[in-house]
């Protein structure tokens, strides 16, 4: 069972854990999928103010945590914009931040934009293993929704012996 998967089944909540990870050193979050409803301009420019605040005070852990809870409560316009200005301030995390992202874009069923989004987060450091199967994910979940297989290539390209290496090929 993917991470995806492992969204969908859990139960809603508000609770967000972050996990550092000695071998890469990048920030995971544990999160819940939730229904969510769309925000007001007013709620958006108020969130947008917390991650900025946060970052003034040098506290990235605390705006990453606050983009996460936007992710799990279904606000994925709003999650991507937090990782964006999160990314801009603080470069070292671009690894986590574009797997963040990709993760919103893949909820919203843009799943071109989650898989590019997750490559850059690659690109950055982020965790292979874990990529490995966002990647695959999205590819998987493009192919279903228009029969493209191009995803699939693509991850076969970024991941030749991966875990989905024999599904992403059935593909081909």
């Known amino acids: 069972m993917g991470i995806f998967d492992w969204f969908k089944k ?3 909540k508000d609770v ?6 000695d071998k890469h050193n990048s920030v995971y979050a544990t999160l819940s999928k939730q229904e969510g409803k769309g925000i007001s301009h007013e709620e958006a420019q108020a969130m947008q103010a917390e991650i900025m605040n ?3 005070t040098k506290d990235k852990n605390s705006a990453i945590n606050f983009a996460c809870q936007l992710l799990a409560k279904g606000q994925y316009e709003a999650c991507i914009t937090a990782f964006e200005k999160i990314m ?7 690894g986590t931040c574009e797997n963040q992202i990709g993760a919103a874009y893949f909820f919203l069923g843009k799943y071109p934009k989650a898989v590019k989004h997750y ?6 450091g982020f965790d292979p293993e874990m990529l490995d199967y966002n990647v695959w994910e999205a590819a998987e979940e493009h192919h279903k929704a228009t029969g493209d297989n191009s995803y699939a290539k ?7 012996t991966g875990e989905a290496r024999d599904a992403a090929m059935k593909l081909l």
């Open 10 to 12: 859990q139960t809603k």
């Open 16 to 21: 967000i854990e972050l996990k550092k990870d």
């Open 54 to 56: 946060l970052l003034s």
């Open 88 to 94: 801009a301030e603080e470069p070292t995390e671009k």
């Open 119 to 124: 490559l850059l987060s690659l690109d950055n």
């Open 154 to 160: 693509v991850y076969l390209e970024r991941f030749p």
